[in-house]
């Protein structure tokens, strides 16, 4: 018998071929019965079955765990699974973790193998009783203890009981009906950072606005390629603002082969301030297209985002948005979007506002959320300086924290933009070698952005 102690929601979801010994919880995310758990653990290792289906373990699925835990230093190990979907077995692969896996809805799957020494230090040191971000709080404390092991076998299979698009999974974070939980999330997320010397005190660089000159107050960045469909409206929408200062619209064409361009060209020839400018370079992605747009001599002082198929909700947006850079001092403005459909009705979650950030801690929440919320809005010296990667996913993301490293963020809750969920988005519904790929990133972005913060730079 295997030095295991498993633990579980209800008993007869758990069938292990191989022995071990078993009991029953009332819950993995509040903190007593954590210290519940530590109490009864007895055995070299803590096996966390947190699903809520019955669980089919692969032949020697816990022998092969137990077996890379006694060879390796790490405190927490979890592996890659199957998910059952429509009748069919679907592989579930899990991805490395790193110090920028820090969100809290990491997928470590259902199964998670602590060693119980560990466990038990980081049990004796939680001070704050949380109702759900006690297991968050447990694996983030276990990362700065030792190692997190990936086993990249598949050695489960389960039902998965959130059947949603990955789309509709991703404004989880912003649901008011899930305030109490963020608010827990947050405060496990600050401690994190402070612990390991990643946390920003609420200091800023202040800005000057007069340090340049240019010729123009503002430029709407729209990167397009084959958005023959909506490409027009979107422009219309940008040109049609209304401001007490002068502004043009800059469309980056990443060489659209659908008639794109075509109506871009034709759309020119009416609006003197409509820049349609096509990149020599083929490989742009969307961070590389604002890249391109934003070197150009006829950028303004403001670069304000709109996609090529949304639209801003009114004509005064722009002056809206340029009234805040000037109210806050700040390097970027981010505002709040309503969800619609193509016919540009209101489709669920409705609106986005984003209204766990705080001036103070935004930018350290920012490293534990996916997404910073729209139209954004740059001050365009700041952001020459640090540029956007050249990605077609989370290039704002990426841009926006290493902006906020340093100076302010200011944001407008109002609905300022809608936002088009359609069969063309790229993120409507991914499979999960995409959404591993994009998450990924990510992880990726904020450990060199934490990286970062942790050397001061």
């Known amino acids: 018998m295997y030095s295991i102690h498993t633990f579980l929601l209800q008993k007869e ?31 070299d290792y803590i096996l966390f079955y947190t699903g809520t289906t019955p669980i089919e373990l692969h032949p020697y699925a816990i022998g092969r765990m137990y077996q890379i835990a006694e060879s390796n230093d790490g405190a927490l190990f979890y592996s890659d699974y199957q998910e059952i979907r429509q009748g069919k077995k679907i592989h579930h692969p899990t991805l490395e973790y790193q110090t920028g896996s820090i969100r809290n809805d990491f997928d470590f799957g259902q199964l998670l193998l602590f060693r119980n020494d560990s466990f038990q230090q ?28 990936h086993i990249p076998e598949t050695l489960y299979t389960v039902q998965p009981t959130d059947l949603r698009l ?17 608010l827990e999330m947050e405060a496990v997320c600050t401690a994190h950072l402070q612990a390991i010397g990643a946390w920003l005190a609420p200091e800023f660089q202040r800005i000057d606005f007069g340090q340049e000159n240019f010729a123009r107050e503002a430029s709407v ?20 603002q209304q401001t007490d200062f002068s502004f043009n619209v800059i469309v980056v064409d990443n060489h659209s082969t659908d008639g794109t361009g075509q109506i871009l060209t034709e759309l020119s020839r009416r609006y003197p301030n409509l820049i349609h400018h096509i990149p020599a370079s083929t490989e742009l992605g969307i961070g590389g297209c604002w890249t391109e747009a934003i070197l150009l001599p006829e950028c303004g002082k403001f670069a304000i985002q709109l996609d090529s198929d949304d639209l801003y909700k009114d004509c005064h947006v722009l002056q809206r948005i340029v009234d805040t850079f000037y109210q806050e001092n700040c390097a970027m403005v981010i505002g709040s979007y ?38 954004r809005a740059f001050y365009t010296p700041v952001l020459r300086q640090i540029k956007f990667p050249n990605v077609s996913y989370g290039e704002d993301y990426a841009t926006a924290l290493a902006i906020s490293r340093k100076y302010p963020i200011a944001r407008i ?9 359609w069969e063309e988005n790229s993120d409507h519904d991914l499979d999960i070698q995409q959404l591993n790929n994009y998450n990924f990133y990510k992880d990726k972005i904020r ?9 001061g730079k």
């Open 13 to 43: 979801l758990f069938r292990s071929p191989e022995p071990v010994k078993t009991t029953v919880v009332s819950s993995f995310t509040d903190t007593p019965a954590l210290q519940q758990i530590a109490r009864q653990a007895d055995s």
């Open 122 to 149: 980081v049990v004796a040191q939680m001070n704050t009783d949380y109702r759900f971000a006690a297991l968050y709080e447990l694996r983030l404390s276990i990362s700065r203890l030792g190692k997190i092991v």
């Open 166 to 182: 990955s789309g509709e999974k991703q404004f989880d974070y912003v649901d008011p009906a899930n305030r109490e939980v963020q």
């Open 221 to 240: 960045i729209i990167p397009v390629r084959n958005r023959k469909r909506t490409i027009a409206e979107a422009v219309e929408s940008a040109l049609q």
């Open 338 to 375: 309503q969800m619609v459909d193509f016919k540009l009705e209101e489709i669920p979650p409705g609106l986005i506002a984003h209204r766990e950030w705080t001036p103070d801690n935004g930018r350290n929440n920012a490293l534990r959320i996916n997404g910073l919320g729209a139209p």
């Open 413 to 421: 809750y109002d609905p300022l933009y809608l936002c088009r969920r």
């Open 447 to 455: 450990t060199l952005e934490i990286q970062a913060r942790i050397s």
